[in-house]
């Protein structure tokens, strides 16, 4: 399993490598340009050629690139032109905000997915189940912007019983740092929950109607030990897959979701960065968004061998 | 039974190695308590019990203000934008600061004198400031602040030309002009670009990207800069300020709250929100939200004088470089239709034919008004067909990231489409229409709010660098204006100049716009002039 695992991460070398050589071309192809943003409206043209100069933009696209990936190789991704930090520094700083959030979204989406998935494949067709599906059918055509907003009306303006916007670290405390999460986080879980539940509740169908479903049945196996060990267990491997999908999604930056609650993750960074051309910046987070979306698929393979011992990864 | 349960282990492990991998990254992310999210609570309750002896309610020590722009640098010299000068101007003092009529009124000097000729300046600085670390302000901290500013600011650049400021002794500076200029004063009062005087040192270790460290003399000092996220001042306690009763930035300013916390909030919708639920205790309102504000005794609504409203023609381009199609447009343009689709609402907008805003009587002229407002498609018509126009596309250049562009070019395609012009809506991000407006074949109108200067050497658009504005007769007047001595010189010289704008027509001018601002009772005297809050003098009472 180490060798597999080895193999995996030396497979991530030349996606990173193609991924930034993409993302380069994208981003000296599009206009607009940082000393122009930095100087603002009416600037004049030689001090703005003066400070592109001194910041080296005038240099051609190849001379930047290998200068960029020489550093990149040393563990250096470059220098944010507009927050005054390496460009390491300021990922590590906004990706503390998109873990908490990805995660209790993530947990929130979890918990009412699966029960209610669980449900409705018990009773195909009965309450539960067009419960589901109406549930799923909003999950899905609510956009989280607009839930965020009615959230925000009722639960800060109205109730004031949590904050508008903002993040808390959990040095703050553990309520402070909630209080901040819980309203983006159910913006963002509806979605993700309606597709998890769906998918619980449709792998689980298929299961039932095996034999060994059957047989458990026949033998006198408690229903809920039937659901829950034989049935549940079973189609674990299409949620484990849905699930790991919708982790990687919400990692690489719940962009809206940040920038109408305010909160400093990787979405609103990048947002930032694309607005005024911080061109390491965009780069050494699209790299670490794909570096994410890759491992989160790598722990979900893993989770395979741990749900069904008939997996094995060479 | 087993081997199954050392299975959900691992699967145990993995789920909290990850859980854990977040709340670390969460914690080395964020070593400063409350990222982005100020103590807008705790903030009360850690107050110290100030009464306010007037009123007899208690004192706020903490601030917390909206801005609704990122800020891509907070060095003074180097910016242009609004929400940067919020801050700024609460760092920095220049020598001269705009009362609320825009007349420059001594800051950081204590007297001026100018030889009869208008060409030498000598500035004598007040003594024993000093600078939130601690140095005192001489005379060489400011030549060395002032001859990095006019490098930078291009309105200063393109009125002092080659000429340096000089430290003639530790406390006075000399400026020798090659030519007269009545905007001396006004240029060093400027808000954008502003002329803040730094420490020597900080001035000479600046960096292309601007000046490593923000050391001013102003009421409040630089505790941190989270970018994209907050910037916290907090009180100078050496702060020394000017004599004189507060008018616009002139006069006596003091800071009377411990910190102020400017937190970024860029979504309207969430600034707005935050405001209703108490975060904020200022606001800039929008039409649709007005309803919730405009009859709550709590709040006050003031009414911002903020932007001019301005076309600008591409000088450059094969359309608007033949004056006859810049008449065209001019006789065409309906301002009211287009400032009422810029404000929505007749309250919010005014007409001015000027350059200058009326409040500003020195150099406010209505010379040349006749081509304002025309709105006259007939007459456009027929001066398209004299110009040979044959269903050229003609490219507005606009963007929807900020502002009434949009809705002002939309407003102006209607317009133009009614006559039967062919027309094309080039819509980009901010970043990518500064690098277009650059560029002389990329557009062909462009339409955008200007903050309005105090004199017209401060005025983007008759610079050659916004539009491509390059005529020898606009040079040479805008050269007269600024020359011009007496009062009665600068009024003939202004009102050529003004004049001849309309007639050139390398802009036309749309008109002026208001904004609306909520303000909470238990915030007491904030100030605006251009549309930029002065914070020194603003008391905060705690919420009952």
Redesign the interface.
């Known amino acids: 399993m180490a060798i597999y695992v080895l193999k995996r991460l030396l497979a991530l070398v030349p996606t990173l490598f193609i991924m930034s050589v993409i993302v380069f071309i994208i981003i000296y192809l599009i206009p607009g340009d940082p000393a122009r943003v930095m100087l603002g409206d009416g600037a004049d043209e030689a001090t703005i050629q003066q400070v592109r100069e001194q910041m080296g933009l005038n240099q051609p696209v190849l001379p930047q690139y290998i200068n960029w990936i020489s550093g990149a190789l040393q563990g250096n991704f470059g220098e944010s032109y507009f927050l005054g930090k390496s460009v390491m520094a300021a990922i590590g700083e906004h990706a503390g905000p998109t873990f908490s959030l990805a995660v209790l979204a993530l947990l929130l989406s979890l918990c009412t997915a699966i029960p209610l998935g669980i449900a409705a494949a018990k009773h195909q067709g009965g309450l539960a189940d067009k419960l589901l599906t109406a549930f799923s059918l909003l999950g899905m055509a609510i956009p989280g912007f607009l839930l965020s907003l009615f959230l925000v009306l009722l639960f800060a303006v109205k109730l004031k019983w949590l904050p508008v916007s903002g993040y808390a670290s959990l040095q703050d405390g553990v309520w402070s740092y909630l209080k901040h999460l819980i309203l983006p986080a159910v913006s963002l879980s509806p979605l993700m929950g309606a597709i998890i539940a769906r998918m619980v509740r449709s792998s689980m169908l298929e299961v039932m109607n095996q034999s060994y479903v059957k047989t458990a049945r026949a033998k006198g196996v408690s229903e809920h030990r039937v659901i829950y060990k034989h049935v549940l267990r079973n189609a674990l491997i299409p949620i484990i897959t849905v699930t790991g999908g919708a982790f990687g999604t919400l990692l690489a930056g719940a962009a809206v979701i940040e920038t109408v609650f305010n909160i400093p993750g990787l979405g609103q960074l990048l947002v930032h960065s694309v607005a005024r051309r911080d061109y390491a910046v965009i780069q050494g987070i699209v790299l670490f968004i794909a570096f994410l979306y890759v491992a989160v698929n790598l722990i979900v393979d893993l989770l395979y061998v741990v749900a069904d011992p008939r997996v094995r990864l060479e | 039974m087993n081997h199954h349960s050392s299975?959900?282990t691992?699967?145990f492990l993995?789920f909290v190695l990850?859980?854990t991998?977040?709340?670390s990254?969460?914690?080395?992310?964020?070593?400063n308590?409350?990222?982005?999210?100020p103590g807008?609570?705790?903030a009360a309750s850690a107050d110290a019990n100030v009464v306010d002896a007037n009123e007899g309610k208690e004192l706020a020590t903490e601030l917390k203000f909206p801005l609704d722009q990122?800020i891509?640098?907070l060095d003074p010299h180097?910016?242009?934008?609004g929400s940067?000068s919020t801050v700024v101007l609460n760092v920095f003092e220049g020598l001269f600061s705009f009362n609320s009529s825009y007349e420059p009124v001594p800051s950081l000097a204590e007297s001026y004198e100018v030889s009869e000729d208008g060409k030498n300046y000598v500035f004598h600085l007040r003594q024993g400031i000093t600078f939130h670390n601690g140095k005192e302000l001489k005379a060489e901290d400011a030549a060395a602040s002032l001859n990095r500013w006019k490098?930078?600011a291009?309105r200063a650049?393109s009125s002092f030309g080659e000429s340096e400021f000089e430290a003639q002794d530790d406390y006075t500076v000399v400026l020798n002009l090659n030519e007269p200029k009545n905007d001396t004063l006004a240029q060093l009062s400027h808000v954008l670009n502003f002329a803040a005087i730094m420490p020597k040192e900080v001035v000479e270790s600046a960096?292309?990207?601007?000046v490593k460290e923000y050391i001013g003399t102003g009421p409040f000092k630089l505790v941190e800069w989270?970018?994209?996220?907050y910037i916290h001042v907090s009180k100078f306690e050496n702060y020394q300020s000017p004599d004189g009763e507060s008018d616009g930035f002139a006069g006596k300013r003091e800071a009377l709250v411990n910190d102020i916390y400017f937190t970024?909030?860029?979504?309207n919708?969430?600034r707005f929100?935050?405001f209703?639920?108490?975060?904020f205790d200022y606001v800039d309102v929008s039409i649709d939200n007005l309803p919730l504000v405009e009859n709550d005794d709590s709040i006050e609504l003031v009414k911002d004088l903020s932007t001019d409203f301005n076309l600008i023609f591409n000088k450059k381009s094969p359309l608007f470089s033949d004056i006859a199609y810049r008449q065209a447009v001019a006789a065409l343009v309906n301002a009211e239709e287009i400032l009422l689709g810029i404000t929505s609402t007749p309250d919010l907008y005014r007409l001015n034919p000027s350059y200058m805003y009326e409040e500003n009587a020195k150099w406010y002229s209505e010379a040349g008004s006749e081509a304002y407002n025309q709105s006259n498609p007939e007459e456009a018509k027929r001066l398209l067909a004299e110009a040979g126009y044959n269903g050229e596309v003609v490219r507005l250049l606009t963007t929807k990231?900020t502002g009434s562009f949009y809705n002002a070019s939309l407003m102006l395609q209607a317009q133009l489409e009614a006559i039967g012009v062919k027309t094309q809506l080039d819509i980009?991000?901010?970043?990518?229409m500064?690098?277009?407006r650059?560029d002389a074949t990329a557009w062909d109108i462009y339409l955008?709010p200007f903050i309005v200067p105090s004199t017209p050497s401060q005025l983007?658009y008759l610079?050659p660098?916004?539009g491509f504005a390059e005529d020898a007769k606009l040079a040479e007047l805008l050269k007269k204006a600024t020359a011009a001595l007496t009062d009665e010189e600068i009024k003939e010289a202004n009102d050529e100049l003004q004049a001849y704008v309309w007639e050139y027509l390398g802009n036309v001018k749309i008109g002026d716009t208001y904004r609306y601002k909520a303000i909470r009772s238990n915030l007491q005297g904030v100030t605006t002039l251009y549309g930029i809050p002065n914070l020194s003098n603003t008391k905060v009472y705690k919420k009952s």
């Open positions: 299975k959900w691992i699967a993995i990850l859980l991998g977040c709340s990254n969460a914690a080395n992310g964020t070593n308590s409350n990222i982005s999210s807008p609570t705790d990122s891509p640098t180097l910016s242009l934008g940067n490098e930078l291009p650049k960096g292309p990207d601007g989270k970018a994209d996220q970024l909030a860029l979504d919708a969430t929100s935050s209703l639920a108490g975060d990231d980009y991000d901010y970043a990518t500064l690098t277009k650059a955008g983007l610079n660098s916004y």
